[in-house]
């Protein structure tokens, strides 16, 4: 069962726009939530990460937003540049004794056309 | 070091061989993670260890042996593998469990590209 839904699966914006993905969660116990960039080739690297207990949190161009009511967050990427084209996943975590396992969402693909 | 380094970054291997993936971290990191990618697909949980202690395993195929010789090392043994394994494999390592709200400091090794023939 996803535990995370994540969409949309890709999005083409245009360079200089925004780019915008979002995720929903179903299980009130998760306690981190992350966005990992992924290139072809390499390992997913962690962009921003937000706790439940924040609305928002902005680094440089990417903000999350998260509406812990609705269990929704999402992922903006302001004056989106080619160099953002990878592939985006969002994900959610539980801290616990066994460990800190992620739950990943499907992935967005993201194309930024000059 | 803010690094986790895994080899080799790729390998071959006949579904009768033995091999090893390694993972390595010197952050100070407690919880060392496997995971398993296809392509197009997000990271799928496979082991978990915690303190060098196996603390979870997603119920995966025997022909998979996990292996923490100590903190800071994390093997992948491989033996009998099939072709539909070839995935990149992923490791990772985060801080101690259990300690409240921190970023836990979750890290990402750029993976081993596994293809099995």
């Known amino acids: 069962q996803q535990q995370v839904k994540q969409s949309p699966q890709s999005l083409i914006v245009q360079k200089g726009g925004i780019s915008i993905i979002n995720c929903a969660y179903e299980?009130?116990?998760?306690?981190?939530f992350p966005w990992y960039q992924q290139f072809p080739g390499k390992g997913p690297a962690l962009l921003i990460a937000?706790?439940?207990?924040?609305s928002e949190k902005k680094e440089g161009r990417f903000t999350i937003s998260f509406n812990k009511s609705a269990k929704q967050f999402s992922l903006h990427i302001m004056d989106s540049q080619p160099g953002d084209s990878a592939t985006y996943f969002c994900?959610?975590?539980?801290?616990?004794?066994?460990?800190?396992?992620?739950?990943f969402g499907k992935g967005t693909s993201l194309l930024v056309t000059p | 070091d803010t690094e986790v380094t895994q080899t080799p970054k790729h390998l071959v291997m006949g579904m009768t061989n033995k091999k090893s993936l390694k993972c390595e971290q010197h952050m100070g990191h407690r919880a060392m993670y496997w995971y398993k990618q296809k392509a197009k697909k997000p990271p799928e949980l496979m082991f978990v260890?915690?303190?060098?202690?196996?603390?979870i395993n997603e119920s995966v195929p025997s022909r998979f042996s996990p292996e923490c010789p100590n903190s800071s090392l994390l093997n992948l043994h491989l033996h009998a593998l099939q072709p539909e394994d070839s995935a990149l494999y992923l490791c990772?390592?985060?801080?101690?469990?259990?300690?409240?709200?921190?970023?836990?400091?979750?890290?990402f090794g750029s993976g081993t590209r596994l293809t099995v023939v």
């Open positions: 937000i706790r439940p207990d924040v």
């Open positions: 260890y915690s303190y060098e202690k196996l603390s």
């Open positions: 990772a390592s985060s801080q101690e469990v259990g300690r409240g709200p921190t970023n836990y400091g979750y890290t």
């Open positions: 994900a959610a975590g539980r801290n616990s004794n066994s460990g800190y396992a992620l739950n």
């Open positions: 299980n009130t116990a998760f306690d981190y």
